[in-house]
């Protein structure tokens, strides 16, 4: 089995900037996928950001463009995004996910929250 944990959401002034952690286990330090998305109240999820390991290159959310970067460590089984210049339209619960396999289902992080709000 193959887990994902957030964490480093809370509550942040519009301008400010986080960086939420994403660790996974073992055997999920080779994704072909990894990335971000979020859910805010009443809304869908929507993509923040994702990354495969056929292009290399991050697919970014028009609305997070600039603002966020995905990065990761593999020697701590840890994916990142850092978050800057926050907006209060950037509230939501934060997910990560990975896939292992161009065809399998994705897997998904419990969620963190993130509130920006002065």
């Known amino acids: 089995q193959v887990q994902l944990a957030e964490s480093g959401g809370g509550l942040v002034q519009p301008g400010g900037s986080l960086k939420l952690s994403c660790a996974h286990s073992a055997s999920a330090s080779l994704f072909n996928v990894m990335g971000w998305y979020r859910q805010a109240p009443g809304k869908q999820r929507e993509l923040v950001v994702t990354?495969?390991?056929?292009?290399?290159?991050?697919d970014y959310g028009d609305s997070v463009k600039g603002r966020f970067r995905i990065s990761r460590d593999n020697a701590k089984n840890t994916m990142y995004l850092q978050m800057n210049n926050l907006k209060p339209e950037d509230t939501a619960v934060y997910y990560c996910?990975?896939?292992?396999?161009?065809?399998?289902?994705?897997?998904w992080g419990q969620g963190t929250q993130v509130t920006v709000s002065s």
């Open positions: 996910t990975a896939k292992i396999g161009w065809n399998s289902a994705p897997i």
């Open positions: 990354i495969s390991s056929n292009s290399g290159s991050p």
